[in-house]
Nanobody, 123 residues
Framework: QVQLVESGGGLVQAGDSLRLSCAAS????????MGWFRQAPGKEREFVGH???????SYADSMKGRFTISRDNAKNMVYLQMSSLKPDDTAVYYC?????????????????WGQGTQVTVSS
């Protein structure tokens, strides 16, 4: 019904910037809100932030200031711009889609997921 594909991950040095992309296809009415999550080795998956169809955003408190989410509805694309990266940001980053207008910051609120893209930040 909905397919999501992330791209843009890679190996960077501390202090660098990186932009991740997520392309959506299929039933785009199910992409009312797009979320970003990440999972570091040995840790639970955590909420990064989300963006609604009308481009309002919300972020986890620990992500505010360095991460910015945007979207291009005409292209069915969503982006995660990361700056001042730290080794603790090393994780697999996932995009997810929800038909909810304002989903809660939980995995269960998002029925559609991409396969993730690896971001590694060296010190």
């Amino acid at each position: 019904q909905v397919q999501l594909v992330e791209s843009g991950g890679g190996l960077v040095q501390a202090g660098d910037s990186l932009r991740l992309s997520c392309a959506a296809s299929g039933r785009t009415f199910s992409t009312q809100t797009m979320g970003w999550f990440r999972q570091a080795p040995g840790k639970e998956r955590e909420f990064v932030g989300h963006i609604t169809w009308s481009a309002t955003t919300s972020y986890a408190d620990s992500m505010k200031g360095r991460f910015t989410i945007s979207r291009d509805n005409a292209k069915n694309m969503v982006y995660l711009q990361m700056s001042s990266l730290k080794p603790d940001d090393t994780a697999v980053y996932y995009c997810a889609a929800s038909n909810r207008v304002l989903p809660a910051p939980r995995e269960g609120q998002y029925p559609y997921w991409g396969q993730g893209t690896q971001v590694t930040v060296s010190s």
